[in-house]
């Protein structure tokens, strides 16, 4: 059971850097602990691994680890928390920004380094509802996962994500029990059998580690910049394809303006170039968003057809 002490450099928001690897409230893999320690179960290149990380009495982060992946997730604990952003980078160019800035300077963007943890949630988002996509992701861990290693899975319960040789084994009929459709279990299955290849995109610089997802069918570049910003803590891996982040940056970027589409979304972050994703980051935290005109968009449940 080793552990390990991080100083951050403060201000320092803990819960609302890591909250982004959380996959609903619900998520298996990511629990927040009463005395507000947050515990992920994670599979590294060494085995599974349970973390624990909590704010100590000195302001430290105080981490405990368990499993085959305890030493490999503790060697990487600045990194995940933060350690290799650069905030002090960032110049905000509009009032709401730099507001934002100010309430929320302990936000970093952390850096996991493992890919297809981020990459295969972020496949079951595609085109669905966030219930559905986080409905199917606890049903695949449940399934075909395994109990975190420690008190993360005989005490909380957590799972850790299956190994890629098992996600290529999943029948078709478990794909349509958990409710993912056959494009995107076709887009996992793709990804998984290239693990190696998508994992080395840990390593890489932005455009090269963007490339390398994209060249796998069925992985956009909504799909890559949302595994990126978590893998890489890149801060310009701006989401783009999205169904309500242009209207809410247009929203608030454009004095009240409805309909931004992606072209005039990166109009309007363009001051913010190399920080767009800390940017948007920033301005999702606000709150201010156009308000709504029809009902939330409902998809049907394959698993119920």
């Not at 001051?271 to 409902?298: D, E």
Request: hydrophobic residues 45%; charged residues 25%.
């Amino acid at each position: 059971m080793p552990d390990r002490t991080w100083a951050p450099p403060e201000p320092y928001d803990l819960r609302r850097s890591l909250i982004v690897l959380r996959r609903g409230p619900y998520d298996p893999a990511f629990r927040t602990g009463r005395d507000g320690a947050i515990w992920r179960a994670t599979r590294t290149p060494e085995g599974p691994a349970t973390l624990r990380v909590a704010r100590g009495a000195a302001g430290t982060v105080d981490a405990t680890a368990w499993g085959p992946g305890a030493d490999w997730v503790l060697d990487g604990l600045p990194a995940l928390l933060g350690a290799d952003d650069e905030p002090e980078a960032f110049v905000p160019h509009h009032r709401l920004v730099a507001e934002a800035l100010r309430r929320h300077g302990g936000l970093r963007l952390i850096r996991t380094g493992l890919v297809l943890e981020s990459l295969i949630p972020s496949i079951l988002e595609q085109r669905v509802t966030t219930e559905d996509a986080y409905r199917a992701w606890r049903r695949l861990l449940r399934w075909y996962g395994e109990p975190a290693p420690g008190p993360g899975g005989a005490e909380l319960r957590m799972w850790v994500m299956p190994e890629p040789r098992v996600f290529a084994r999943v029948p078709s009929w478990d794909w349509h029990r958990a409710g993912v459709d056959g494009k995107r279990s076709a887009a996992v299955l793709r990804a998984v059998r290239l693990a190696r290849r998508m994992e080395e995109a840990a390593g890489m610089e932005l455009p090269d580690a963007m490339a390398r997802l994209q060249a796998v069918p069925g992985i956009g570049p909504w799909t890559a910049a949302e595994t990126l910003q978590r893998v890489l803590g890149a801060p310009d891996a701006i989401t783009v394809g999205d169904l309500h982040l242009p209207g809410v940056i247009g929203y608030a970027l454009g004095g009240g303006e409805r309909g931004a589409d992606d072209a005039r979304m990166l109009e309007l972050l363009a001051p913010y170039a190399g920080q767009r994703h800390r940017a948007a980051r920033l301005i999702l935290l606000t709150g201010v968003a156009p308000p709504r005109r029809a009902p939330r968009q409902r998809h049907a449940n394959i698993a119920r057809l």
